[in-house]
């Protein structure tokens, strides 16, 4: 997805999606069923054809114990949970430990601090699973040095988590070569064997397939990936303010509410925001749009341009918080303490920063704005792929071994309102959480096990919003999941993951960077467009011509 | 030359003057039977003879030899991919993969020359320790005898403290740190603000300060810790050098001028060599994380270059590429530095035998 030379930013806001700890009961398939005779891929580039596809994908079946949802699925969006579940009518999808006690080395990144080895919460999953797992685990924000280096090596460990976002440069290649395909395992009817992960998406499985083959155990995406626009419902509430719900007015209402004196600004880094409002093409792969039959990458649209003199706009004007030019610091932060009022990031954060704030500032609230586009014009949301972060198993392990892998993911992707989802996200009664007044509270030791996610990246059931504890998030949220459905597009070639030819690896590494300096005004909007002329001179349109010729061979 | 480095007794004084310039001849006009006496008064033991003598001294030497070919020299070797086009994946460990790359030969060289991002990287490398050279490096000097001049003990114990700890604080803090007070929302641009001065203040995203910035967090940073070596070496001036002078009639800045700097001179050309020899090498993490806030025209240094395009980027070949010329330069430098240095009466790093 990224092609970026250094993206804390970016990692920092998809960490939160990451950290969105979801299942859901009602996924969607997306399997479209027609047999075309598409003869790309196969093996190491390009992409799988869609009846080799079809024969790859595991077969859904819906969880026969989920639970049905208080806030019903709408176009797609996420199913919500308001109520509270007691312990005894939870369903169970693993009456005993499957596994026949395997050890195994787990890469996965982790945000926080990590807990440490042994501590009860690892061991009751690890006991409930019938396995044991040692974690490598290794800080999310640097993950993709480590992996890079890891995967390089030669002695890789058993199970590896790969964010979506890391797969840059020649981590793609990586996977084809060190990882095992599933598809013995979990193709077709075989992924009966193995019934929650029958229950996961297959908008999920179809972007779990690497280099044509299924190798990645996926962490379902929500309907609506990348970034949501949060503001402080509780600030423009006393204030009197409504969202701003064009481009030009959040300009000016920036200005308005942006007072440096009083430590206050409007807001932060708006780049991934400003993508939206211009209907920006997402990146790699899915970076084309066909303007008279002849494929225009992102970096060439005036779309792209018109974003970033945007958010140049906004640098320029004073009104993005200073520390955030600088790139220091914690935009979360910033925002819960009221300097800036304005944010975007991954909606992983939400549910956890309400929790978090309700006891120091009772009066806290955030909330989504919708999207909106330029001069009355609709914004696009371009659809994410069903899964952006996957766990490989490593090829070098025998079958049976493989198998076991498989239960813990199994085990891991667990509905909501059952007892597996329950350890998972919560942890042991009375060691890691309460139960009072109908609600689970975490204890400090909870939040210190269960809290920095480790089971979450083997592998999760579709997405859903939950939240018995503040039933105003799940209408917030799945409300505006809801809205903004209507503005969901898929881009060209979604869905799958596509392997460019080797060439082309470092094609856009430059983009980003110059970005960064575009809205800062260190460049300008012409120094892009001499960077999208380079690009098409260095190898842009052969890439171009590629991709014409996947797209021809996709539609013969 | 014949003598062999291991330790041996000196000669009898009154050989020497004989010996220096025949050194590598047999020495003439000497009985044989009295070398056979005594061989060690020669020079000429024997190689299996040393080797007994000397043995406990190897044994002892060789775990840091074998560290050192482990971790230093053999991969060196690994620097073959700079002329392939190397990609780990391409096999099975890192051999495997060697063998199946292909050979391009100069070509990632090549590159190198046309690529305007690597100048840009090397000339703000040069910058930034040209900077710290002229701004960074004396200041340690001065700190050191400044602290020698404190002759209660608690205080200079103190002030030690005080002088070292910044150095043990992550670089992430240091920066967060000069952020609270010179960014935007920081100190001093709050209190311009509070007194009517709303021109927007902020030295932490200004590309063209960002030079002398670097420096001064690195003097901030380091210069304290800087100073532990030329303590050392004051420690050893002979305190009667100072009496004498001193009842010679000399004030304190003559003292300083003559007894402090000739004692400090062997230091500091020795840690000067380094420092030219090091110039490639101005840090890493500094660079990184304020990379971003001024932009990669002015953050970008060799080593961050190599980090991106080699690690992040997964172009190894080309890294590993530059990570050679870089290399190159560095023994130049260092190799040129000595020669300065021999030229002042210096030993520097190693001295010419």
Known sequence: MSNSPSAPSRRRFLT??????????????????????????????????????????PTYRASDVAVEPDIPSENGSSPGYTSFIPEDELGVTVPQPKGNGGEYRVMSPLWGTPPSDGNAYWTAMDEAIGVRVRWQTQDGNTYGDKLGAVLAGSDIPDLVCVPGWELTGQIPRAISSRFADLGPFLSGDRVFDYPNLAAVPTAAWEASVFGGALRGLPMPSPPIGGVVPFYRQDIFEANGWAPPTDAEEFLSFCQDVTSARNRVWACEDMKWSAWIIHGVLPERPQYWEEVDGRLVNRYETDAYLEGLEWTRR?????????????????????????????FNTGQGVWHNTLTEQRTANPDFRMNAFDYFGVGGADPVLYAGNGATIWTFVNKDLPEERI???????????????????????YGVQDVHYTVENEQR??????????????????????????????????????GWLKRQMPYVREPLFYGRQIQEPDQFTNLNDQFEALEDDVVRGRRSIRDVQDAAAEWRRNGGDELRDWYQRLRDEESA | ???????????????????????????????????????????????????????????????????LLVFAYIPIAGNVIAFQSFSPYAGDGFFDSMANSVWVGLDQFDRMVNDSYFWDAVQNTLVFSGLQLLFFFPIPIALAILINSILHSKVRAWAQAVLYLPHFFSWVLVITVFQQILGGAGMVAQTMRDNGWDDGFDLMTDPGFFKFLITFQVIWKDAGWGIIVFLAALSTVNQELYESAAVDGAGRWRRAWH???????????????????????????????????????????????????????????????????????????????????????????????
């Open chain 1, 16 to 57: 939160s999606t990451a950290a969105a700890a979801a299942a859901t009961a009602g996924g969607i398939p997306l399997l479209s069923a027609c047999g075309s005779d598409g003869a790309a891929g196969g093996g190491g580039e390009g992409r799988v054809a869609e009846n080799e596809l079809e024969s790859i994908l």
């Open chain 1, 314 to 342: 906004l640098y320029d004007a004073g009104v993005v918080h200073p520390d955030a030019v600088a790139v220091q610091g914690d935009a979360l932060v910033r925002f819960t303490s009221g300097e800036s009022l304005m």
């Open chain 1, 403 to 425: 198998r076991e892998a498989l239960e813990i993911a199994n085990f891991c992707a667990a509905p909501y309102g059952t007892r597996e989802q329950l350890l998972r996200t």
């Open chain 1, 441 to 478: 509270v975490r204890t400090p030791q909870g939040e210190e096990e269960v809290v920095p996610e480790t089971y979450t990246f083997i592998a999760t059931p579709g997405h859903f919003v939950a939240a018995s504890d503040v039933p105003q998030l799940v209408e917030d949220q799945t």
């Open chain 2, 1 to 67: 030359m014949s003598h062999s480095t291991v330790p041996r007794p000196a000669p009898p004084e009154e050989e020497r003057p004989a010996e220096r310039p025949t050194a590598g001849r047999r020495p003439v006009g000497r009985p044989r039977a009295r070398r056979r006496r005594d061989p060690r008064l020669e020079g000429g033991v024997g190689f299996r003879q040393r080797l007994r003598r000397d043995w406990p001294l190897i044994a002892m030497t060789l775990p840091c030899v074998i560290a």
């Open chain 2, 259 to 353: 007894v402090t700097l000739p004692a400090l001179r062997p230091v500091i050309a020795l840690l000067l060599v380094l420092q030219v020899g090091n110039m490639l090498t101005v840090g890493m993490e500094q660079f990184m994380i304020q990379r971003t806030a001024v932009g990669p025209g002015a953050a970008e240094v060799l080593d961050t270059y190599v980090w991106n395009t080699g690690i992040q980027n997964g172009q190894f070949s080309y890294a590993a590429a530059i990570g050679i010329v870089k290399g190159i330069f560095s023994l130049v430098l260092v190799l040129a530095a000595n020669r300065v240095a021999h030229a002042m009466g210096e030993q520097g790093v190693y001295k010419r035998r």
